[in-house]
T-cell receptor
Framework: GNSVTQMEGPVTLSEEAFLTINCTYT??????LFWYVQYPGEGLQLLLK?????DKGSNKGFEATYRKETTSFHLEKGSVQVSDSAVYFC???????????FGSGTRLSIRP | EADIYQTPRYLVIGTGKKITLECSQT?????MYWYQQDPGMELHLIHY???????EKGDLSSESTVSRIRTEHFPLTLESARPSHTSQYLC????????????FGPGTRLTVT
């Protein structure tokens, strides 16, 4: 069946460090891929998405590229800030379906 | 900006009480969802709805029930709360055009003592 596997956390980095959070997926057909972010005490919000192979989603300095050949959608940011501390969820979905499949989440903490 | 609201934000209640968690959205979305979130962060879909008078059970079995009498309102009820129901409950909705993207409320943190 369809599934999402993401890097286990917690991940702790210093401010201005480079960030990569790995995400791989198993799916049939051509799903859309997402990164959602959950800040402390809040619900999830969409960070970025990509709807087809080789698309790059980007937002707030974060980027992820839909790699069909490696079934991956790794999240990257060149220089993290303390305000990026949150839980990040990789997810996939199909436009014909109503449900999204979420990964287990990766907690990111940034030290000043 | 998403307009989806959950009340209460925090609830501490004794075992055996009946509770209703409220979720409302003002975006006219047909699809709505309830997730239970572990302390370890993982999300589990417990209920969803395609529209008025439509409700379905999700991937994780839950003793809660839901109703969808109005498009904007999707309450979740526990008839008799137990400590095992202690969790974070997140409500979400998605538009009909792109059902991939979900908009989340801020969540209700429930503690049953």
């Amino acid at each position: 069946g369809n599934s999402v596997t993401q890097m286990e956390g917690p991940v702790t980095l210093s401010e201005e460090a480079f960030l990569t959070i790995n995400c791989t997926y198993t799916a049939t057909g051509y799903p859309s891929l997402f990164w959602y972010v959950q800040y402390p005490g809040e619900g999830l919000q969409l960070l970025l998405k990509a709807t087809k192979a080789d698309d790059k989603g980007s937002n707030k300095g974060f980027e992820a590229t839909y790699r069909k050949e490696t079934t991956s959608f790794h999240l990257e940011k060149g220089s993290v800030q303390v305000s990026d501390s949150a839980v990040y969820f990789c997810a996939l979905g199909y436009s014909s379906a109503s449900k999204i499949i979420f990964g287990s989440g990766t907690r990111l903490s940034i030290r000043p | 900006e998403a307009d989806i609201y959950q009340t209460p934000r925090y609830l501490v209640i004794g075992t055996g009480k009946k509770i209703t968690l409220e979720c409302s959205q003002t975006m006219g979305h047909d699809k709505m969802y309830w997730y239970q979130q572990d302390p370890g962060m993982e999300l589990h879909l417990i209920h969803y709805s395609y529209g008025v008078n439509s409700t379905e059970k999700g991937d994780l079995s839950s003793e809660s029930t839901v109703s969808r009498i109005r498009t904007e309102h999707f309450p979740l009820t526990l008839e008799s709360a137990r400590p095992s129901h202690t969790s974070q409950y997140l409500c979400a909705s998605s538009p009909p055009v792109d059902s991939n993207e979900q908009y989340f409320g801020p969540g209700t943190r429930l503690t049953v003592t």
